[in-house]
């Protein structure tokens, strides 16, 4: 597989204590609704793209491994939960979650997978009534939690304490 004239990305979890590096991606960016991505990510699908074990770095911490079956481990932060990747056993690369990056809209969605996981609402998701961002729709909320948001930067830091879980 080749990888996409994107340039580079760092990414990271959100609190920070894991970071890596890719200095590029590959040409898989998709969406994964397999039943087992929904499981991995707590939610309705795996947003993923590949990079090269070559291209990669982690650059702060290392990321915690669920192993998902003998060949697949699923990668999370073991601090605040983040989940990180997908990597199946021996392949050429790990499938990092794009939400991760700390530029995700540079990587367009190429393809969508795991059609029998679909959820019946991402049939239409346009369809769905649109509640504006995130100050629209809770103004007081998004206020508050911007005066004590311990969530890391979209921006590689020097200098950086992840807040502990309350575990
Ligand atoms: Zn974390
Ligand atoms: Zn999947």
Redesign the pocket.
């Known amino acids: 597989m080749e990888d996409l004239d994107l340039g580079e990305f760092s990414g990271?979890?959100?609190?920070?204590?894991?970071r890596f590096h890719a200095k590029a991606v590959r040409e898989n960016p998709h969406v994964c609704y397999c039943r087992m991505c929904q499981k991995a990510t707590g939610n309705l699908f795996a947003a993923l793209v590949g990079v090269g074990h070559e291209n990669l770095t982690w650059t702060r911490g290392r990321a915690a491994e669920f192993r998902s079956s003998e060949h697949v481990g699923r990668g999370f932060?073991?601090?605040?939960?983040?989940s990180l990747y997908y990597r199946f056993e021996g392949g050429q690369h790990i499938s990092f979650s794009i939400g991760a990056f700390d530029e995700p809209h540079r990587i367009p969605l190429l393809y969508q997978m795991g059609m029998e996981g679909k959820h019946p609402s991402l049939l239409d998701l346009n369809a769905v009534e649109e509640a504006g961002t995130t100050e629209d729709a809770m103004e007081d909320e998004a206020v508050a939690i911007k005066l004590s948001n311990n969530q890391?930067p979209d921006h590689d830091t020097s200098d950086w304490t992840?807040r502990p879980s309350n575990s």
């Open positions: 990271g979890c959100q609190c920070g204590a894991v932060c073991a601090n605040c939960g983040t890391h992840p």
